[in-house]
């Protein structure tokens, strides 16, 4: 709950901050201010900020031949049908999300929706990268609506992005007036382009991802068959007195690491186990003790760990440790005691590298996982997180465009599903009168907009719960 806390705080005080500027700027510079504000279409509100043109309001689609506008329309032909699909879908993902809540022991494996909450769930550092994604995941879908409406004949009155507290969307307006008077099934086109465009987008991300490690050759990238390369390593951290960037980790404890699937295996496996223990004889004992008092738990000692047996705790020089037969406790050993460290201390963990040097690191393996970033990459050219960046974006590709079709979809109120469904019934229920029509359409928007609700607060109560 802290992080959150501290979430909710920094951005109190980034829109207090806005707030404030832009009152004393109205205020002091009144004229010039708001004349620029006003010729740049910029709107600063409570917790928004808006930027509204008119620039692209124009005919997409006058200067296409055509071939290119008989294509656009079987292609929106394809996305209505993909829409009212995606629409019933959206429904049923919803509902069984929720019921999986209520059945599962582990509800937040079932758990399809997700808030993401920057800092506190998103790494600091993939923040920039993930709110870009998803500006561009928006901007594509409004592109998308906008497309499909210049097909139609229907104009925009503007367009634009906006910023609503931490989070940047994208919109298009629409001449109401003349969309009203379409038919129903080139309503039912335009309303579905976003969520079609999403879709697409979110194919193409992946096709792209599994082209990317062809591409990465091409630029003159070498992937390492058999270890991960040490890309940077945080400063002020346990391990940034021993590794260096350019290292290559083949291994920690007797788990190989490969690449960083296996990198993060490994650490998860070792985080989830108890500690590894090590088989002590006594001759050994008599050489690698320490000689500080480090299991004091009012002390500490840069020159020993301490280990337990569970009847006796001595400090011991942990390089030296580190190269003993490992145990999984008492019984385990052939010759000697077993030891292992104290719970205070964590876990021991050696790290092999493609040269059988060998790091030690002391502690909980996420802050090993957090403090160095690898790769599966190696290159002399082009930087080196390339790959990890090309990577991140596609995967949010993927999955933001993913997660706004599925969520557009739902025939709710306020989302492009509330319009696809008005425009479906009016397609299949063209003979039933007006009324009925009308409240066919309110009960499911209504238990629609429950669903959605039950579920967005079902998942920030798991987010809280965990952080």
Known sequence: MTQIYQLVLRVALFWVSVNVVHVVLSRLLAHRYNFFLS??????????IQWHTKRFNYSLVQEFNRTTVSFLKGWFICGAYFGVVAMVMSVLILAYTLASTFVSSSSQETQIMTPVIPGVNLPANQVVPYLLTLLLSGVFHEFGHALAASLQGVSMYGSGIFLFL???????????????????????????A???????????????WCLLPGF?????????????LVRAVEPGSAMASQITYGSQITALNDCIVTNKETWGGCLERIASNPPVGYCITDHVM????????????????????????GVRDTCLVA???????????????????????????????TMTDSKKDLYLFIGDPIHLYLSIDVSDYRSNIFWSGLPEALELFFVYIISLSGALAIFNAVPAFYLDGQHILDSTIEVFLTNTRTEI???????????????????VINAIFMVCRLY
């Open 39 to 48: 010729r740049n279409g910029i709107f600063v509100k409570f917790v928004t």
């Open 166 to 192: 931490i989070y940047p969307a994208a919109f298009v307006e629409l001449n109401t007036e003349r969309l009203g008077k379409c038919r129903a099934t080139h309503r039912l086109r335009i309303f579905c």
């Open 194 to 208: 976003g969520v079609w465009h999403n879709v697409v987008m979110m194919v193409a991300g992946y096709a792209l």
């Open 216 to 228: 990465l050759v091409c630029l003159g990238f070498v992937r390492l068959p058999t270890s991960v």
């Open 286 to 309: 008599d050489h690698i003790q320490s000689g500080a008092d480090c299991c004091r738990k009012d002390t500490t000692s840069a020159k020993g760990v301490c280990f337990t047996s």
């Open 319 to 349: 390089r030296t440790v580190a190269k003993q037969a490992t145990c999984l406790g008492q019984g385990h050993c052939s010759s000697g005691t077993c030891y292992t460290p104290r719970s205070d201390e964590g876990h021991l963990l």
């Open 437 to 455: 029509r009308n409240k066919v359409s309110y009960v499911i928007q209504i238990f629609s907009t429950i669903l959605v609700a039950l579920n």
